[in-house]
């Protein structure tokens, strides 16, 4: 099936692949992303790998319907 040099070679393979997955978990952490609800008036920026880093919500918001803010954050 297989001889020792190619499971050997096998190994590093895959030592490689989960390097390079490592390595690309890490830059999805440094890449950050902004969604908008309710055209712009409130905005969540958070990074790829789901850590949120701001929430902005316009003032316009505070003074409203607690339901309708509410609505817009989830």
Known sequence: MFNKGQLAGLMKQAQAMQD???KAQEELG?????GESGAGLVK????????????????SLLADDKDMLE???A
Request: proline fraction near 4%; hydrophobic fraction near 35%; aromatic fraction near 0%.
């Open 20 to 22: 390079n997955l490592k």
């Open 30 to 34: 440094s890449i950050e992303v902004t």
């Open 44 to 59: 969540v920026t958070m990074t790829c790998k789901h850590d949120v880093r701001r929430v902005t919500i316009d003032p």
């Open 71 to 73: 609505d817009l954050v």
